[in-house]
T-cell receptor, first 110, second 115 residues
């Protein structure tokens, strides 16, 4: 089973920041936290990943707590096209496979 | 931006028939994967492949499944005798390195419908 816990759904107003939480309390020291999203039934799209430090790229920011037991994905200015299922994933002890949970359905409202 | 390409986008097949799902990974990637997603369910790992060998496989990947890299660009998933429960979206993915610090690039998927 997935080692991460996420709320099943969230709403966000267009133009506002979307903050998506994830609990990964059993993450081990060498596992990265990855975020992917899936729009409709398309293939998962990589967003960002991190180990200990906060990370930022052109899509999002990732805030990881100091104890690494949880993280937050931040979409700074959500648009309607950001409506998707967002998955917080770790490598499940093996770098070769990802174990997806149920994710968070983010709905960006106009 | 480089893409993982999957064909066909939708495949309908009769139960018991063989199907081959095709993928063209990103050209400089060395590690290849298949995942599947039954409608309304989670994305599940099937198999990983490197250097013409299976690296890991899940319990789902039984003897009915096989993978192959027949040439320098294609990566295929074969289901020998399809069952109704094989109906799902099948996603191919690739990455340059097989370490935790490298993200996957997924294709858009093939929707397999077994009737």
């Amino acid at each position: 089973d997935a080692k991460t816990t996420q709320p099943p759904s969230m709403d966000c107003a267009e133009g506002r920041a979307a903050n998506l939480p994830c609990n990964h309390s059993t993450i081990s020291g060498n596992e990265y936290v990855y975020w992917y999203r899936q729009i409709h039934s398309q293939g998962p799209q990589y967003i960002i990943h991190g180990l200990k430090n906060n990370e930022t790229n052109e899509m999002a920011s990732l805030i990881i707590t100091e104890d690494r037991k949880s993280s937050t994905l931040i979409l700074p200015h959500a648009t309607l096209r950001d409506t998707a299922v967002y998955y917080c994933v770790n490598s499940g002890g093996s770098a070769r496979q990802l174990t997806f949970g149920s994710g968070t359905q983010l709905t960006v409202l106009p | 931006e480089p893409e993982v390409t999957q064909t066909p986008s939708h495949q309908v097949t009769q139960m018991g028939q063989e199907v081959i799902l095709r993928c063209v990974p990103i050209s400089n990637h060395l590690y290849f994967y298949w995942y599947r997603q039954i409608l309304g369910q989670k994305v599940e790992f099937l198999v990983s492949f490197y250097n013409n060998e299976i690296s890991e496989k899940s319990e789902i990947f039984d003897d009915q499944f096989s993978v192959e890299r027949p040439d320098g660009s294609n990566f295929t998933l074969k289901i020998r005798s399809t069952k109704l429960e094989d109906s799902a979206m099948y996603f191919c993915a690739s990455r340059y390195r097989d370490t935790a610090n490298y993200g996957y690039t997924f294709g858009s998927g093939t929707r397999l419908t077994v009737v």
